[in-house]
């Protein structure tokens, strides 16, 4: 195939788009970040992923830490953020189903999943679109004091945006307030607080 020919430059700009962190649904398969590559960092997240469920093969450890690491990187969000919301969505199990419905690691609703362009059954696919989501919930609410931007942000996966609007605020929903309390304690225990 010549350098100029369709299939190779179509190729050639994937592959560029995934290395600039642009966000085609390409699987990520290497780390930009020079700290994404130390194994002890690496290590880390592996165990944090095997801690929240020991039933995980190695080579879906390796995909799950990969997406994850790439995913938040590329939606400027904290990994152990992350780490901690989808261990309170689904203790990291793949195969979590919810009773309404919600799919996988980040329990994307068909819906959102469908709105997003994701595949809520495929690993980097859901934590691509989890990752989406929660970026879009914090840049909602950038323009509120201290840590209420994260709290509303976590209330709005929870119990979508429309609810934190009616209620202005988190809303008075106990399975939203638990989940809040949840995932910021598992954030804050990840960070080391």
Do not use: K, W
Not at 102 to 130: F, K
């Amino acid at each position: 195939m010549s350098p100029g020919s369709p299939g190779r430059t179509l190729t050639g700009l994937l592959i560029l788009g995934l290395l600039l962190g642009g966000t085609s649904l390409a699987e990520p398969t290497r780390f930009l970040q020079a700290y994404y590559r130390d194994e002890a960092y690496l290590n880390a997240y592996r165990q944090a992923v095997v801690y929240y469920n020991p039933h995980l093969g190695t080579a879906q450890v390796e995909t799950v830490v990969t997406a994850l690491l790439h995913y938040a990187h590329h939606y400027r969000l904290d990994p152990r953020l992350v780490t901690a919301l989808m261990a309170c969505e689904s203790g990291f199990r793949p195969d979590a189903l919810s009773s309404a419905g919600a799919r996988g690691l980040g329990q994307l609703m068909p819906g959102t999943a469908r709105d997003e362009g994701v595949d809520p059954d495929r690993i980097p696919s859901n934590i691509h679109g989890a990752c989406r989501v929660l970026r879009r919930h914090l840049d909602r609410y950038a323009d509120r004091p201290g840590s209420l931007q994260l709290e509303l942000a976590l209330a709005a996966y929870n119990a979508g945006p429309g609810a934190v609007e009616r209620y202005g605020g988190i809303p008075p929903y106990a399975e939203t307030v638990g989940y809040v309390t949840r995932v910021l304690t598992e954030y804050r225990r990840l960070c080391g607080r």
